[in-house]
Nanobody
C-alpha cells in the first residue's frame, strides 16, 4: 500500500481559499486513483473529490462543484485539493485516499492519510 501524508490545513474566513496537499510514497503514484474525503464533527466521512487512476476523469460531490479542484503532480507524487469560496460547512478533517488502478469512485480506497484540519469561520 502507498503511504499518504496530508498538509495545508488551517483556519480561514468564509470566502477564502486554501490548498491541501497529499504526498504519496511507497507505490507507483501514476497507477493510483486518488481521492479526498472529509469528516465533520458528529458526521460520517464524506466523499469530496477524486480522479481515476489515469487521471483523465474527475469526480466531485455536488456541494463543492465549481469551488474545489483536485489535481496531481506525478513528478512530485502529490495530489492537491484547491478549495475556493470556502464556507463554514466545509469545516472538517480532510483525508486523502488511494486505490491502485481505481476508477475514481466513492468507495474501495485502501490507503489513507492521517488527515488535516480545515476550519472555516463565518
Amino acid at each position: 500500500q502507498v503511504q499518504l501524508v496530508e498538509s495545508g490545513g488551517g483556519l480561514v474566513q468564509a470566502g477564502a481559499s486554501l490548498g491541501l496537499s497529499c504526498a504519496a510514497s511507497g507505490g507507483t503514484f501514476s497507477s493510483y486513483a486518488m481521492a479526498w474525503f472529509r469528516q465533520a464533527p458528529g458526521k460520517e466521512r464524506e466523499f469530496v473529490a477524486a480522479y481515476n487512476w489515469s487521471g483523465i476523469n474527475t469526480y466531485y460531490v455536488d456541494s463543492v462543484k465549481g469551488r474545489f479542484t483536485i489535481s496531481r503532480d506525478i513528478a512530485k507524487n502529490t495530489v492537491y485539493l484547491q478549495m475556493n469560496s470556502l464556507k463554514p460547512e466545509d469545516t472538517a478533517v480532510y483525508y486523502c485516499a488511494a486505490k491502485r488502478y481505481g476508477s475514481g469512485g466513492r468507495r474501495g480506497y485502501d490507503s489513507w492519510g492521517q488527515g488535516t484540519q480545515v476550519t472555516v469561520s463565518s
